[in-house]
């Protein structure tokens, strides 16, 4: 008897199994990170010891690590969503960017607008900039079959370049060296929490991850769209729009991810300037993915990864390590968690054949 052998999806599969390939995904990580230290010619012991004290270590080093997980949440949120509906959207990075741009646009043209005012329209502006920027894409690809990958990919480099244009030319603060706009009015600037950096966008990503959890599993919308992301040619077949499904994916997706940067600019910089991202859209796919594409998971991985930023700062004053590690860190543990969720979704199915 000869066989062939055929790769399909598990019908089913437990949560404990996914939350099992998660947690594996982030000790292997680890492990592959301490060969990294090693290599380095560190004691493991002090490098990793300063890593969890950096990240969780005291009441200063856990807002630090909310601040750097903040951007990270709606990025995140932003994977998500998209995902779910069978979308790559891999322009969260320039959606962030927009919603940046936008929310500086309106702070800049209401200096003497009060806080219940400004901070509102900067919200809404971010969001709708981020949405426009990811439907560019979505449109393209209803309209005319373009791969979201590519486009998406090209929009992040338009909106870096336009963000640089900005801050160096009609932007620019001229009583500046470098390339940034004047400081926003104080009522344009964010509130914090716990007299720290720490500000509202954290509230505010806890509130949009409850809602997308609300949204993609209690609404009709969110049951087609994970329908679109399951199986598009069954979906069709009930009756269901995907090409409606991939623009609300797409809109609700860069509408999250600009609301992130509406709060890097707003609650931490307080003006727009260049470099203003570290990679968080980026970043927010790795997130996404370890968090098994769930919303409220997302926010746990997102502190996580805040955790990872902010330890290996430390870690790296401590000990002399690069920073870049912390990178090295991010890349591995996607890999990993594709392997191992590769391995839990799918299995090798051994068919016979007639010899």
């Known amino acids: ?91 969260a990075e320039g959606q962030f960017l927009f919603g940046a741009i936008a929310a500086t646009g309106v702070s800049l043209a209401l200096p003497s607008a009060p806080r ?18 990811a439907l560019i894409p979505a449109v393209l690809k209803v309209r005319f079959g373009s791969s979201e990958i590519i486009v998406t990919v090209m929009l992040n480099s338009v909106a870096d370049y336009f963000l640089s244009y900005l801050v160096s030319g009609p932007w620019k603060n001229p009583a500046d060296y470098y390339n940034q706009t004047a400081i926003f009015a104080p009522a344009a600037h964010w509130p914090t929490l716990f007299s720290s950096r720490l500000h509202i966008g954290l ?40 090409n409606l499904i991939a623009i609300i994916a797409m809109s609700l997706s860069g509408a999250l991810a600009g609301l992130g940067g509406v709060g890097e600019v707003c609650g931490i910089h307080h003006r727009l300037r260049a470099g203003l991202s570290k990679g968080y859209g980026w970043t927010g796919l790795t997130i996404a993915l370890v968090a098994g594409l ?51 979704r799918f299995r090798v199915r051994r068919i016979p054949t007639d010899a």
């Open 116 to 133: 219940g005012v400004v901070i509102p329209l900067q919200i809404l502006a971010g969001c709708l900039a981020g949405a426009a920027w």
């Open 294 to 344: 769930q919303p409220l998971g997302t926010v746990v991985a997102a502190i996580l990864f805040g955790g990872l930023i902010n330890g290996s700062s430390y870690m790296r004053i401590v000990t002399g390590v690069e920073t870049a590690l912390a990178d090295a860190f991010q890349g591995i543990a996607l890999v990993v968690v594709l392997v191992l969720m590769a391995l839990v």
């Open 1 to 91: 008897m000869k066989y062939r052998y055929k790769l399909e999806r598990r019908k089913t599969v437990p949560l404990w199994i996914e939350l099992a390939a998660v947690v594996g995904s982030l000790v292997v990580s680890l492990g592959v990170g301490a060969v990294l230290v090693l290599q380095s010619h560190t004691d493991l012991g002090l490098a990793y010891t300063a890593l969890f004290q950096g990240a969780f270590g005291s009441r200063e080093a856990i807002l630090e690590t909310l601040v750097q997980a903040t951007p990270l949440i709606f990025t995140g949120l932003a994977m998500v969503v998209a995902y779910r509906a069978n979308y790559i959207n891999l322009g």
């Open 203 to 242: 509230v505010l990503g806890l509130v949009a991850a409850l809602l997308v959890y609300y949204i993609l599993w209690k609404t009709r919308i969110g049951y087609e769209l994970r329908a679109v992301g399951e199986n598009p040619v069954a979906s069709r077949y009930k009756g269901i729009s995907v």
